[in-house]
C-alpha cells in the first residue's frame, strides 16, 4: 500500500455477498437450530414512490418434519423467526452481519449467480471490525 493511503480515511466501504455466503452466514447465525429448518435466500426489489429501487433481502425458514416447541424455543433464541415475513429474517440477518448502518446499493445477476453490493460508513467498520 502506498504511503499516501495513510493520510486519507475513506468514507464508505463497500461489500460485494454473493447469495451463498449470505446462506452460509445465516446457517452460522442459526447455530444449533441450522438442523431444524430449510434455509431459502432470496431477495425481491422494491420500487419506491422517489423512484429509487430498493433490494430487500430474504431468508425463508420452513420447519422440518416433527418441528416440536422446543425446537420453536430454540429457533427463537437465534432471532429468526419461522412464522415471520421473510424480510424481517433477511433484515435481522444483515444486521447481525452489518450492523444497523449499511444500505444494499444493488443486487446483480450474473454467471455464477446473484449478489449483493453492501455499503457502509467506514467509521462503522472500523468499530464492528474483530481484531485479528
Known sequence: MSRYLDRIEPEDVRFLMDLSEFKTIVLDILGEARDLVNIQINYDLLDEPEGDTLVRPMVQLNEISKFTEEDRH????????IDGEPFDNGDYAMEQIFGAEYSILAVTEDEDGAFFTI??????????KSPV
Open 119 to 128: 455499503e457502509m460508513p467506514y467509521r462503522n467498520f472500523e468499530k464492528q
Open 74 to 81: 430454540t429457533l427463537l433464541q437465534t432471532g429468526f423467526s
